[in-house]
Structure formats: structure tokens, C-alpha cells
Antibody, heavy 114, light 111 residues
Framework: EVQLVETGGGLVQPGRSLKLSCVASGFTFSSYWMYWIRQAPGKGLEWVSSINTDGGSTYYPDSVKGRFTISRDNAENTVYLQMNSLRSEDTATYYC???????WGQGVMVTVSS | DVVLTQTPPTLSATIGQSVSISCRSSQSLLHSNGNTYLNWLLQRPGQPPQLLIYLVSRLESGVPNRFSGSGSGTDFTLKISGVEAEDLGVYYCVQSTHALTFGSGTKLEIK
């Protein structure tokens, strides 16, 4: 059974950091590009970052560039999202998904508030 | 950046009715490798999105064949031929030809 399980969410103050993890099982993780995608409460889906199969190439939209860092450990079947300088507008449910969009995690909530 | 304009924003349908959702891109989604990376997702209430259609018109495994996708270049359509109660939720188009962009979503309600 394919699973993506995100952890690491929670309540954090503006300006602080948080690191999300997404552990994959049931498919060949190292063969897939991976995405982080977020959804603010009551809003649509927003791309946060992408990483290629070996972790050598990463991509971000302007909204998080310079603040967020995606990485992966293929030996641990895990993709990470390091989030620094968090803002209130980063409050959202964060999903990891594979490049084909056929595998999604259940999501983890991140709330940025003082 | 690619912008995907999805219409209508909301859709109300009776059981058995056929409906269509439009997704228009600000630029062609035809990749240099010949593929068009336009997918359709359904997000049911309280659930993560699930893949319905990939590469414009290919039905994901396990998805009922009342769902179909069509289009090319910048204009794409998702059609549901005979809405069922379980189809309620928000539909998103998503392109991955040029980075990654999502449409704004279409909420399908059942009358």
C-alpha cells in the first residue's frame, strides 16, 4: 500500500522556523520528483517546492524562495521542507505529493501566529 | 508565470446530469517532449486531492469512466457524464509543463 505521511506541523510564532518531513512507502520513492503543496484555510492549492530524483535540483515560487528549502534522503524514503522566517500567510495545510500526483499525503497543519 | 483560469467557480448539478469544467492557460502547455502536462484533481471535503485525469485525457486507474478530459494547447475541459453523489467536492486543473500551477478550483454541489 502506498503511503505518504507528513509530520512536523504545529503552531509557530512569526519569524521562527519549522521543518516538515514526509515519509514514503509502498512505491519506489527514489524514482520520483516530489512536491510540497499547501492549502490555506478555505483556499485553493498552491505549489511550494519541487525536488528532482537525486535532490540535485530544487525549485520554488517567489512566495517562498529564500525562506524555504526542500531536500530529500532516498535512503530514508523521506522528503523534507525546512521553513524559515515564517509569516502569517504561510498558515496552511502542507501536503507532499509525487510528481505524477497519484500519491498524496493526508497533510499537516502549520499555523503561524503570535 | 503560467496562469490557469478555471470556470465556473461553482457548479450545481442533479444526479445523472452531465457537466463540464473549463481550464484555460495563459500559455501553451505543450512541452518540448510532445507531452501536455495538464491534470485534473478532485478534492472531496476533508480529504487530500486525488488524481482523476493525467496528460489531458488519460483516466487514472480506478477512476470511473464517467470522467473524461479533453483539450490541447491552452484550452482544456473536464466532463462528468452523469454526476453521482460521490462526485461532490472541488475540482482543480494543474499544469506541470512550466513549473507548477493550479487552477482556482470549481466547487461541484449536488442539488
Amino acid at each position: 500500500e502506498v503511503q505518504l505521511v507528513e509530520t512536523g506541523g504545529g503552531l509557530v510564532q512569526p519569524g521562527r522556523s519549522l521543518k516538515l518531513s514526509c515519509v514514503a512507502s509502498g512505491f519506489t520513492f527514489s524514482s520520483y520528483w516530489m512536491y510540497w503543496i499547501r492549502q490555506a484555510p478555505g483556499k485553493g492549492l498552491e505549489w511550494v517546492s519541487s525536488i528532482n530524483t537525486d535532490g540535485g535540483s530544487t525549485y520554488y515560487p517567489d512566495s517562498v524562495k529564500g525562506r524555504f528549502t526542500i531536500s530529500r534522503d532516498n535512503a530514508e524514503n523521506t522528503v523534507y521542507l525546512q521553513m524559515n522566517s515564517l509569516r502569517s500567510e504561510d498558515t496552511a495545510t502542507y501536503y507532499c505529493a509525487n510528481h505524477d500526483f497519484d500519491y498524496w499525503g493526508q497533510g499537516v497543519m502549520v499555523t503561524v501566529s503570535s | 508565470d503560467v496562469v490557469l483560469t478555471q470556470t465556473p467557480p461553482t457548479l450545481s448539478a442533479t444526479i445523472g446530469q452531465s457537466v463540464s469544467i473549463s481550464c484555460r492557460s495563459s500559455q501553451s502547455l505543450l512541452h518540448s517532449n510532445g507531452n501536455t502536462y495538464l491534470n485534473w484533481l478532485l478534492q472531496r471535503p476533508g480529504q487530500p486531492p486525488q488524481l482523476l485525469i493525467y496528460l489531458v485525457s488519460r483516466l487514472e486507474s480506478g477512476v470511473p469512466n464517467r470522467f473524461s478530459g479533453s483539450g490541447s494547447g491552452t484550452d482544456f475541459t473536464l466532463k462528468i457524464s452523469g454526476v453521482e453523489a460521490e462526485d461532490l467536492g472541488v475540482y482543480y486543473c494543474v499544469q506541470s509543463t512550466h513549473a507548477l500551477t493550479f487552477g482556482s478550483g470549481t466547487k461541484l454541489e449536488i442539488k
